[in-house]
């Protein structure tokens, strides 16, 4: 029997270990270290049954190429194509998912808006317990967010980037 593990993915290397440490993770990728194909088939040796992406392009690349047969991908989001000037181009390993029987879903959390009131008791309790953690960045000042949000782009935050307004 597999252990399950958890693997991230992170802009940097104190955030990969923060990932770990602080966040449960039992390992995470440093992206900007390059080379994300070879750095989840080192952490995951044996290949992946599921990846939630939220990044597209060389995460959504990586994780087909190690994904083993009926693997699931949840597409969530796809910020490595937001800002693209042009037209942004597929996983050039596509062609993975017919031999590998993998599914591949789009999940949008309006969908699931029947479930709100569930979902936050429950993570409320995971909170109080510490079994969930989030973290945010503040920034105080309102003549600091044209700063704080230019640091959004260096990956300077932690969870939400938050401006607080006079108080």
Not at 18 to 34: P, Q
Request: net charge neutral; hydrophobic share 45%.
């Amino acid at each position: 029997m597999r252990t399950l593990r958890a693997i991230g993915s992170a802009g940097g290397a104190a955030k990969a270990a923060r990932a770990v440490a602080d966040f449960g993770f039992d390992a995470a990728i440093d992206y900007t270290a390059g080379d994300v194909a070879g750095q989840l088939g080192t952490l995951a040796p044996e290949g992946i049954d599921v990846y939630i992406d939220l990044v597209g392009g060389e995460h959504l690349e990586a994780a087909l190429g190690a994904l083993r047969r009926n693997g699931r991908v949840a597409i969530v989001g796809a910020i490595s194509g937001y800002n693209a000037t042009g037209p942004v181009r597929g996983p050039a390993n596509f062609y993975r998912t017919l031999p590998r029987r993998l599914s591949l879903r789009g999940m949008i959390v309006s969908d699931h808006a029947d479930r709100t009131s569930e979902y936050v008791e429950r993570a409320t309790g995971w909170l109080a317990d510490g079994s969930l953690r989030a973290e945010n960045t503040v920034v105080e000042g309102l003549e600091n967010a044209p700063a704080a949000f230019l640091s959004l782009f260096r990956g300077a935050n932690t969870g939400k980037l938050l401006v607080r307004l006079g108080g």
